[in-house]
């Protein structure tokens, strides 16, 4: 599946997954290409945990009671941690995010879905911070995101968008 | 190309680049696949200015002083807005750079190379904000980051990361 293709068919996946088992080569390839991401100076905010054990996957989905939990045999979680690139910035988020984007497409081109469970968890509730407990995670990271991985079970829904024409322009504001 | 392809190859490039024009038919599939990213409760925060109008591009190199903006024919600025997704939640950081990296990866599968230019145009002397009034971009809107696009004129070079096993881990913090 060529670069394109992946971005194009990318879309947010919050169905139920089929019962198939990832292969650990697959998660592999998939947090490769999260760390391939650049990272502001080179920093390397972001790491990477996959849990595929049935036991702690059925511990993140009491937490987060999404039904897509539930059924996913694989989830990847992302943490970060607010290193300084200079003076006094960090490009932590950028980071991540970059790194989340490889990611979703290295799953879609490997035949899996996912979507970006980040607000579910980085809310006043504190429910990442629960899912890095869980995972013995330190507190001087912050676990920000998680993937769930797996074959679709059901059918997908691609969300609308604005046209390019009221998002993307040539040489000046909303010009042509 | 394929997508982990493009995760790969994808380097930072600082070079100088050949003088060679981009179409404009791909310039439009680089924007194509940055409105294709994710956004925040499909909030879609980023819009894209192309710029390859050589008047406009002498103006945008001496605001940035970057030698690697001087020989670009082609740069794309993004621009952001701050939307509330829900509450008093914005993700608009992670949209734009998720739509950032869908870009690079379509560069570099066009066979052009670009850098990811952000803390050199949002830091305190805000050459960002000069560069949107070149573009006659409303205040409402910040431009956070530019991409340069052209055929590298130089070799590439790859950062060193740390090793897979210090960044990745299964099932539990450093776990194997």
């Given at each position: 599946m060529t670069a394109s293709q992946a971005i194009k068919n990318r879309t947010s996946y919050r169905g139920n997954f089929k019962n198939t088992a990832i292969p650990r080569e697959d998660l592999i390839k998939i947090m490769e290409a999260g760390l391939a991401a650049p990272s502001g100076c080179n920093t390397q905010t972001t790491s990477l945990i996959a849990v595929d054990d049935a036991e702690l996957l059925q511990k993140l989905y009491e937490l987060t009671e999404l039904e897509t939990v539930k059924t996913a045999p694989a989830m990847i979680c992302v943490l970060t941690q607010e290193i300084i690139a200079y003076r006094d910035r960090s490009f932590f988020v950028q980071d991540y995010s970059a790194a989340i984007q490889n990611m979703l497409l290295a799953i879609v081109e490997l035949g899996y879905q996912s979507c970006w469970y980040e607000g579910q968890i980085t809310d006043v509730d504190r429910i990442g911070r629960k899912m890095a407990d869980i995972l013995e995670v330190?507190?001087?990271?912050?676990?920000?995101c998680f993937l769930p991985v797996g074959i679709a079970a059901e059918g997908l829904n691609y969300v609308e968008k604005k046209p390019f024409e009221a998002r993307a322009w040539f040489n000046g504001f909303k010009r042509r």
């Open positions: 330190p507190e001087d990271y912050e676990l920000v």
